[in-house]
């Protein structure tokens, strides 16, 4: 009896030295991490410890936005493993240079992180990127976007961001097989989940190039996606119905633009998706493993193919994804139209945003404008000019409006969006653009 009670007793001794080790070592990372932020802006953090269950534990962290007086909040940051014993291990093993493999489960989670919006988190000119596809895909049609900006999620009801993540990779040495999950959910602006199944995985290598099992994603932003097909209709000036279609024609283009030639059935269901949106699923399970670097030159039929890809718009399934390749001239027609004129074509414009003097906004009653006054950056709907002053109906916030008088000699930087004049062009030289 007395041998068991002594084995118990040094149990927990070892057990209690392991744990104040692993919170030194737990305040020495945090206290080093946040040294390291303090460096580009401040930050500070109410409390970190270790909890019973071996995670690391930080509480009141505050973080200012570089460049500006808003702050990062965030509840409580949770990483580590499963077990105390598996903590100690992966400390050690960090210590030593050993990064993978030291436990078999390791996670993080951020519990209410939030940060406001503002018009001055815009991204600048000079750091735009090209967007991708998915991006290109959601604006299609809408105010010749290519990004969705801070200010548009404001004029859609967004005033902060309010999202909890989670993340956790697992590891089966057995099998030689990793599962890793991301969760995301940010409340009205959706959720998104994705799960990987990754094979072969190599743990004494520090770069893994593992082959892919398998992968299932889906996003429910039923409320977003509403959102922003009302914001993109209200640019437009178009009634919701409308809207619909003028996305699904731009969108037809945008996929024949990058060499995507869906299925009538996937546009019927994309269809049925954008007017209830409920959720995108995508699931994977091709018949071998892939390596993920062969996975970069797919072409994205072939990638399809050899995913065994199956998407689901609403949980219900696209049964035939691809379709065949249209010609250019079976797409349906934008604010480009083309009339055949004896040998040579006119091209005819629609309404575009130009710049416009601000002397023939007579001209232009009942258009849509921007402009720059005193500074300040306007539009709206043009009403009536009158002599001098020039009254326009101007969006003041998400869904309001307010008619206001200004003075014509002090608009600046003037763009309405209006009919381009007709170019005559030669029928050979509209083919060689094509």
């Not at 193919?305 to 718009?313: E, I, P, T």
């Not at 010609?327 to 309404?351: A, C, F, I, K, Y």
């Not at 009942?366 to 002599?387: C, L, P, Q, T």
């Amino acid at each position: 009896m007395k041998f068991f009670t002594r084995l118990v007793i040094i149990i927990l001794i070892l057990a209690g030295m392991a744990y104040g080790y692993i919170w030194y070592k737990n305040k020495q990372m945090i206290d080093d991490a946040f040294s390291m932020i303090k460096m580009q802006t401040s930050a500070s953090y109410d409390s970190t410890y270790v909890s019973l269950d071996g995670k690391s534990v930080t509480t009141g962290i505050e973080i200012t936005m570089p460049g500006t007086a808003q702050k990062i909040t965030v509840k409580e940051f949770r990483f580590g493993t499963g077990s105390l014993l598996d903590s100690f291990k992966m400390v050690r093993g960090i210590e030593t240079g050993q990064y993978f493999g030291t436990a078999d489960t390791v996670s993080a989670e951020l519990v209410q992180l939030q940060f406001p919006l503002t018009s001055s988190m815009d991204s600048s000119s000079d750091f735009k990127t090209e967007p991708d596809i998915f991006t290109q895909i959601t604006l299609a049609g809408c105010d010749n976007k290519d990004n969705l900006e801070v200010s548009d999620l404001i004029d859609m009801g967004y005033k902060q961001v309010t999202l909890d993540f989670s993340t956790e990779f697992s590891y089966d040495k057995h099998i030689n097989q990793a599962n890793w999950n991301m969760y995301l959910n940010a409340g009205d602006l959706g959720s998104f989940n994705i799960d990987f199944l990754l094979d072969q995985i190599n743990p004494n290598a520090l770069v893994q190039n593992p082959k892919l099992k398998s992968i299932t994603m889906e996003s429910l932003n039923p409320v977003f996606t509403e959102r922003l097909f009302e914001h993109c209709a209200k640019l437009e000036g178009l009634e919701l119905e409308q809207y619909y279609s003028r996305h699904m024609d731009y969108l037809r283009h945008v996929l024949y633009n990058n060499n995507l030639h869906f299925s009538d059935e996937f546009y019927s269901s994309y269809q049925e998706y954008i007017r209830q949106p409920r959720s995108i699923r995508l699931d994977t399970f091709p018949s071998e493993s892939i390596n993920t670097m062969d996975m970069m030159g797919m072409s994205p039929q072939r990638l399809v193919h050899a995913l065994s890809l199956r998407v689901f718009l609403n949980d219900k399934r696209v049964s035939q994804l691809f379709g065949n390749p249209p010609s250019r001239s079976e797409l349906p027609p934008l604010d480009t139209v083309v009339e055949v004129e004896d040998d040579n074509l006119t091209l005819v414009q629609g309404l575009t945003l130009q710049q416009t003097e601000p002397s023939n906004l007579g001209s232009y009653i009942g258009y849509d404008a921007r402009f720059s006054y005193r500074g300040k950056e306007y539009r709206g709907r043009i009403n009536s000019v009158s002599g001098s002053t020039v009254r326009i109906n101007t969006t003041i916030s998400s869904g309001n409006y307010l008619e206001m008088p200004f003075r014509i000699n002090e608009i600046k930087n003037l763009q309405v969006r209006r009919e381009v004049q007709s170019e005559a062009v030669k029928r050979a030289e509209l083919e060689s653009k094509e």
